[in-house]
């Protein structure tokens, strides 16, 4: 089967008609060395990968990966904006697995120093790695990363295109190309003739395209607005496809079952009773399961039930019991890391208030609408794959290894996805799709697990405990020092899907605690891993999601301990520290109205987190109801350093924050005979409509480079809320989820 290159033209503009006369511009001064995965055919021309230019119009095909955080929207405003496109003409693609489209920001936030206090020197360091990121060519939507890495690159797409085009022009209409302007994809002359990019597509593909200067802020008319979503009419409609819509002719349903024993293999397996089930057609052995194949989904998923299987033991700790003692024994191991370590956090201090407290935090499913599927159709020689997933190329090369075949022989497709949230970083669910298919050629195979298999077979967070000692004296922090223990998401990611682990101190395991822009004179924050094989992976704001509560509800514990406001003690550290993060913290403070003091049956609690170049803060207000405990309103501010659509990033400071307090009230899984407990919905709740509280977002930009949208509203999220409850309640919470010590509003 020919590669993406040789069949770009019939599958990938879906929707067009043949292309005649295209040509395909790019970011200049960032994928010039790259090889475009677009090559042309008869009449046709490719430049580069980000705008396609065909005989219907402009298509801008981004790199990054929709899955409802409204990337492809922003990544399309972008480019449009240079390009003087039409909104209403705007056509949206995503990218195939290609190193072109290399995600340049993702390694620039791995330097195990704060972000916040970057230096010049630092901040070139950090570029560099990111660049760096070119020779791996990894295709990643994550780590917030998509609008830093795309913010420059697709202005510089569109510009490079507009400009080509205008010499194309000015050629064709013999004029000046300074007279020639721009307006809604037509080249416009000095006496109003006009001629569209179509019309110049073939005469631009013969010129190579110039470096431009992008347009100032003040010429802007999409970005800084509210845009339309691209994707929006489609979901509207249900005629959006997601990897689960997927249909090809002759397609064959399936399922899998693995080990509940994570990792594991099997050791019987009698299959009889479900091959006995009219309509099943196989059941195949998978390494730590089995997989049926049927005539549909639902009879798939029956058959599997009916498979009777012996499953080899767990290798980890099989109670959850046993787990948790494995995390706190770690405590007593050498520490992998202290990132930071300021002042002498042993030293006594005279007259200083001492409190300590020891948190915990649970697993955590990723828990997405969309099940994880994917559609896989094997020839023999040639693989070709359908599923929503983050890392394109990661995937296609994963797939390509399981089949025997090399990444030149599979086409991937990459869906719109209902939900990730770092789930669909990983690749278990395409590969086990594509080993299907490889006992079936030429029988196209959609693989769907049931919610129940989701569930119990995810890439965890990892479970968490953190000590914190701290010391107050005249009304002030003099002591924070911090201890972290828990299995790495680094180490048990990076050797899944990268095939070796990271050396050296796991910032990852740390952050959210050691990279807060605090002044405290005695500050240390040491990390103590935990050696075991349970498969974690990357849960929306990674280690920010465990950290950022412990390290924020202990500030709240030392402020109260110190007889001062708890948002004044946190300023108080901030001000002379990053005058940004001060700056939200100032903003959820008047938004809110906060004055430190709340009437009977209302509590409040603020919160802060710097993470992903974004400082964040949170007031969450609840309400006793009829003894209920009720979230009843909330407040964020963000700095997000450039406003580039201010009602999505609302929208996504406002998700996240919703996705952590539904972890902090009902997340959590736990293993009994080493198998998870949790199986569905019921049993891994989420805020609904009525239980959600009704929230206030405020986006600034005085940071001064942007910043990451999708994940920063999390982190500060769960100890608003314990630190609401506590002042609610004057019980305070270091256990999460909240629903075994209180009563929520379900």
């Given amino acids: ?16 008609a043949a292309i005649v006369g295209g040509v395909a511009f790019g970011a200049y001064k960032y994928t010039r060395p790259l090889v475009s995965p677009l090559e042309a055919g008869p009449n046709e021309a490719a430049l580069n990968p980000f705008i396609f230019i065909d005989q219907t119009g402009v298509t801008i095909i981004t790199p990054r990966a929709e899955m409802g955080q409204g990337v492809h929207t922003t990544l399309a405003a972008l480019a449009a904006e240079e390009l003087d496109i039409a909104w ?12 072109a489209y290399y995600n340049s920001a993702l390694m620039q936030a791995t330097l195990p120093i704060p972000e916040y206090s970057k230096s010049a020197f630092m901040t070139t360091i950090s570029q560099a790695l990111g660049q760096a990121n070119k020779l791996l060519g990894l295709q990643l939507t994550g780590g917030s990363t998509s609008m830093m890495d795309g913010y420059e690159r697709l202005r510089h797409a569109g510009a490079s295109a507009r400009e ?112 006995d089930m009219a309509g099943v057609e196989k059941v195949i052995e998978l390494d ?42 770690s405590f007593e191991n050498k520490a992998n890391s202290q990132l930071r370590d300021d002042g002498d956090a042993d030293a006594p201090i005279a007259g200083a208030t001492e409190i300590s407290a020891e948190y915990r935090m649970p697993f955590l499913a990723h828990s ?52 990730s949230f770092g789930r669909r970083s ?34 965890f967070r990892p479970a968490i405990m953190g000590r914190y000692k701290g010391a107050v004296k005249d009304g002030k922090a003099v002591l924070l020092d911090a201890k972290v223990a828990g299995p790495s998401v680094t180490a048990s990611a990076m050797k899944r899907l990268m095939g070796f682990s990271a050396a050296g101190p796991d910032k990852v395991h740390v952050e959210g605690a050691f990279d807060q822009p605090y002044k405290i004179p005695n500050y240390r924050v040491t990390g103590h891993l935990t050696d075991m094989d349970i498969p974690l992976g990357f849960w929306r704001s990674v280690g920010n999601s465990v950290n950022a509560f412990m390290h924020d509800s202990f500030l709240d514990e ?141 986006v600034m930009e005085s940071v001064g480079q942007i910043g990451g949208a999708g994940e920063p509203g999390t982190p500060p999220s769960m100890s608003a809320l314990t630190n609401a409850i506590f002042d609610l309640t004057g019980k305070r919470a270091r256990t999460l989820p909240l629903m075994h010590e209180f009563d929520l509003l379900v």
């Fill in 1 to 16: 089967m020919a590669s993406f290159k040789k069949i770009a033209r019939r599958t990938f503009l879906i929707g067009s």
């Fill in 88 to 99: 209403e003409d705007v056509r949206v693609l995503h990218g195939p697995p290609a190193a």
């Fill in 164 to 275: 080509t085009l205008k010499l194309a022009a000015a050629e064709a209409l013999q004029v000046s190309v300074n007279s020639l302007r721009t307006q809604n994809g037509r080249i416009i002359a000095p006496d109003g003739n006009s001629v569209s990019y179509s019309d110049m597509a073939s005469r631009a593909a013969e010129i190579d395209p110039p470096q431009v200067e992008l347009r100032p802020k003040s010429d802007w008319k999409y970005l800084g607005k509210t845009m339309p979503r691209v994707d929006m009419l489609g979901k509207s409609t249900g005629t959006a496809e997601f990897g689960i819509d997927v249909r090809v002719e002759g397609m064959k349903f399936a399922t899998v079952r693995m080990n509940p024993r994570l990792g594991l293999p099997m050791k019987s397996i009698d299959t009889s009773a479900a091959l």
């Fill in 288 to 329: 730590g399961g089995f997989a049926v194949v049927a005539t549909n989904t639902w009879l798939a998923f029956q058959a599997a039930e009916a498979v009777e299987v012996e499953w080899v033991a767990a290798a980890y700790p099989a109670e959850q019991d046993a787990i948790w003692t494995a995390i706190e024994d």
């Fill in 368 to 419: 997405t609408m969309e099940p994880m599927n994917a559609t896989a159709l094997f020839t023999g020689d040639a693989l070709e794959v359908w599923c929503g997933n983050q890392g394109p190329t990661l995937m296609r090369d994963k797939c390509a290894d399981a089949v025997g075949l090399d990444a030149e022989q599979v086409t991937l497709h990459t869906t719109l996805m209902g939900g």
């Fill in 426 to 459: 990983e690749i278990d669910f395409g590969v086990l799709a594509a080993n299907v298919a490889k006992e079936m050629p030429g029988v196209p195979i959609q693989l769907t697990w049931t919610r129940e298999e989701d569930m119990s077979h995810d890439a």
């Fill in 558 to 698: 030392l402020a109260h301990a110190a007889g001062t406001d708890p948002l004044e003690f946190r300023l108080d550290m901030m001000r002379n520290e990053h005058a940004p993060s001060a700056g939200v913290l100032e903003a959820v403070r008047d938004m809110s109205g906060w004055t430190g003091k709340t009437p009977d049956g209302i509590g409040r609690g603020v919160a802060f987190a710097h993470s992903f170049g974004t400082p964040v803060a949170q007031v969450i207000e609840v309400i006793d109801e009829d003894g209920s405990i009720r979230m009843n309103r909330a407040w964020i501010a963000a700095d997000l350093g450039t406003i580039l659509d201010p009602g999505n990033l609302e929208a996504q400071l406002y998700g996240g924050m919703i996705y952590g307090l539904s972890a902090a009230a009902f997340g959590e899984i736990t293993f009994a005979d080493g198998a998870v407990e949790q199986q569905n919905f019921p049993d891994y709740d989420a805020l609904r409509i009525h239980n959600a509280p009704i929230t206030e977002v405020k």
